[in-house]
């Protein structure tokens, strides 16, 4: 079945309410795998095996990137299966529930809202970390907060991600899929301080996934 049609059986199952999908697409021999890895990169797909996998956020551009992707895979005839891995649902936040905050501090969604409001017109990427205010919201915060794939700073009660703008090309959480997760730690009553570590704009991903970053010659 080709790709794209595969994919509009899947998401016609989807829970209504669906936030992130994990598909993986198994090219049916090694030829289609390479030119299926290059038709896929935007979505910056990672090989394990025979199979390749990648995510998918249904905020911004996500699923018309990949609708047009996986009709430039039918299109070329790169054929191979594709699969639901696991689909993550969006937790229902009453409107008027309002955050459970400590201290005073200031909700996370509205110090994202400050943080972006500084950048220039044409950011492209963000490099973010979430000073957390207890080691006991870093298992809170890296849940309600998965779709931005964090991860913990070495030596710090922090997390650290990564966001591109619209999720349309390059690694990181599209902008609007970052806000959303910011929220929902409000909800929660994470508290802490969110800060743009660094910021590129109008980068130009050529034969890449996107920018990296090196902290005490790390990649992040």
């Not at 994919?7 to 021999?29: G, H, M, R, T």
């Not at 199979?51 to 551009?61: D, I, N, Y």
């Not at 006991?136 to 890296?142: E, G, L, P, T």
């Not at 991600?161 to 929660?188: I, N, S």
Request: overall charge negative.
């Amino acid at each position: 079945m080709p790709a794209l049609d595969r994919w509009n059986k899947i998401e016609a199952q989807l829970d209504p309410a669906w936030d992130v999908v994990s598909l993986s697409f198994v090219p049916e021999d090694a030829k289609a795998m390479s030119r299926a890895a290059g038709v896929l990169a935007p979505l910056g797909p990672g090989r394990s095996g025979k199979e390749l996998r990648f995510q998918v956020a249904r905020s911004g551009a996500g699923p018309d990137r990949l609708e047009n992707l996986l009709g430039r895979l039918d299109r070329n005839r790169v054929w191979g299966e594709l699969t639901l891995v696991d689909a993550h649902v969006a937790e229902p936040v009453e409107a008027e529930a309002a955050p459970v905050l400590v201290n005073g501090e200031r909700p996370l969604v509205e110090q994202w809202d400050e943080e972006v409001a500084k950048l220039p017109p044409g950011w492209r990427d963000l490099l973010v970390v979430l000073e957390l205010d207890s080691t006991d919201f870093i298992a809170q915060a890296a849940l309600v907060g998965a779709p931005l794939n964090p991860a913990r700073v070495p030596g710090e009660i922090a997390l650290r991600f990564r966001v591109a703008r619209g999720g349309l090309v390059g690694y990181g959480a599209a902008d609007g899929m970052a806000r959303r997760c910011l929220e929902r730690m409000d909800a929660v009553g994470v508290t802490g301080r969110l800060r743009v570590v660094d910021a590129l704009s109008e980068t130009d991903n050529v034969s890449t996934l996107g920018p990296v970053w090196r902290i005490a010659g790390r990649s992040v």
